[in-house]
């Protein structure tokens, strides 16, 4: 009557892919139990790691265990501990682990009654809470691992994409915070033809990449000539990151969903090691202190 699970941290946008690329990083990420109770209701009963709100309608991974819960009308509450590891506005989807991490329990438990694009959809309404928008380009790899690809929001529709097998992320955490809402705010509403022409031939070429194990292409597809303009003037130290990682021999490098997490992705261990050290020798001349981590996509 209760289970276990390991809810994984994401990188959104993979640089030219705003709000409809991710991929998850099963290395890093929270832990939650989900506990079948009599009583009826959503009961978040402990949080750990971090200060999040008991109060299930200011919770996030509580927001989405009620959608579910009103869609399904059990005849049963549920209980929801959370052992939070990824901090808050770090950029590697601290809000969608919680959203999908308590309606993949629930669903559990319930016998599976929903798949995993249904229970993306409860999701949605816990990670509005934290970013004041609906997308689901966190959540989607965290429900479903790997690389994934929003294709619509109604209907919501989310592809897989298959990476190439040697492919590694290192992600660069400078204990600072952004916030999602406000990394948002900051965006034009607008763009300008000549960038997104740009934009949308590297995202169709970095989505072809993935699927020919290409990677030189990705290579030379990981660019965001719309997002990182605005966005990396809040990051310290981003361009001497990237710099310094493509250098030690990175395919690319960018601003891990709203930031201030920067992400690279390597070809081989050794290469993502080495883009580590980079990353590590720019902020360990700083004040900021930081936190890094490789994963296998
Ligand atoms: N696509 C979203 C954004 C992800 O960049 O605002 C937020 O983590």
């Not at 699927?211 to 997002?227: A, G, K, M």
Request: aromatic share 8%; with cysteine; charged share 20%.
């Amino acid at each position: 009557n209760e289970i276990k699970i390991f809810s994984p941290a994401t990188v959104a946008n993979v640089a030219c892919g705003f709000d409809v690329l991710g991929f998850c990083l099963d290395s890093v990420g929270d832990e939650m139990l989900i506990r079948k109770i009599d009583k009826k209701g959503i009961f978040i009963t402990k949080v750990e790691g971090f200060d999040l709100p008991y109060e299930t309608e200011l919770n996030v991974a509580g927001v989405s265990a009620l959608a579910m819960y009103e869609a399904a009308k059990p005849d049963c509450g549920f209980e929801i501990e959370i052992y939070k590891k990824i901090k808050p506005g770090s950029g590697i989807g601290s809000s969608a682990a919680s959203a999908v991490g308590s309606v993949f329990g629930m669903n559990e438990l319930l016998g599976r009654p929903y798949n995993k694009t249904q229970l993306t959809e409860f999701a949605i309404k816990g990670e509005a809470l934290a970013s004041k928008c609906e997308h689901a380009d966190n959540l989607a790899p965290a429900m479903f691992g790997g690389f994934t690809l929003v294709k619509s929001m109604s209907p919501l529709e989310i592809l897989e994409i298959p990476s190439p097998d040697d492919l590694y992320a290192t992600i660069i955490h400078p204990q600072i915070e952004i916030k999602t809402s406000e990394a948002r705010a900051i965006l034009p509403k607008e763009v300008a033809l000549q960038n997104a022409i740009t934009q949308w031939a590297n995202f169709g070429s970095l989505i072809h990449a993935l699927h020919t194990s290409d990677f030189e292409l990705i290579q030379r597809s990981l660019n965001d000539v719309i997002v990182e303009p605005f966005r990396s003037q809040l990051i310290p130290h981003y361009h001497d990151v990237k710099n310094e990682v493509l250098k030690a021999g990175a395919l690319g490098a960018g601003i891990s969903g709203s930031g201030p997490s920067i992400f690279s992705l390597s070809k081989g261990l050794k290469t993502a090691m080495n883009v580590a050290d980079a990353m590590k020798n720019v902020y360990a001349k700083t004040h900021i202190d930081f936190d890094i981590h490789i994963t296998k996509i």
